[in-house]
């Protein structure tokens, strides 16, 4: 069973950075997708960024050129580098994987195409 935990989020004024750890275990397969995503209250999930077992990134509009997506020791650890944050960041952000068959989506990970989630860390970036 694989199991996601998320790290490392927390109160931040506009204009500085946070990095976002996913630990996960439980993995069998050499093919992966992993995601972070972001839900503000009342909002729905959003999909940030993904990244595949071969290395491929993909992310969503809002987030290019601020946010960063990398993975470490191949898929024991999850990391989400987020620079010049803005209050409409504030969000619980989760972390989200899909093993075997996947497809990494050049506009950005979907909800629906993960079957695994974390808990996750909340972000609060005030103004």
């Known amino acids: 069973q694989v199991q996601l935990v998320e790290s490392g989020g927390g109160s931040v004024q506009a204009g500085g950075s946070l990095r976002l750890s996913c630990a996960a275990s439980?993995?069998?397969?050499?093919?992966?997708?992993m995601g972070w995503f972001r839900q503000a209250p009342g909002k729905e999930r959003e999909g940030l960024a993904a990244?595949?077992?071969?290395?491929?990134?993909s992310y969503v509009e809002s987030v290019k050129g601020r946010f960063i997506i990398s993975q470490e020791n191949a898929k024991d650890t999850l990391y989400l580098q987020m620079n010049s944050l803005k209050p409409e960041d504030t969000a619980m952000y989760y972390c989200?994987?899909?093993?075997?068959?996947?497809?990494?989506?050049?506009?950005?990970?979907?909800?629906?195409?993960?079957?695994?989630w974390g808990q996750g860390t909340q972000v609060t970036v005030s103004s």
């Open positions: 439980g993995y069998s397969d050499s093919n992966y997708l």
């Open positions: 990244i595949d077992s071969d290395g491929s990134t």
């Open positions: 989200a994987a899909e093993c075997g068959d996947y497809v990494l989506r050049a506009s950005g990970p979907q909800t629906g195409e993960f079957a695994y």
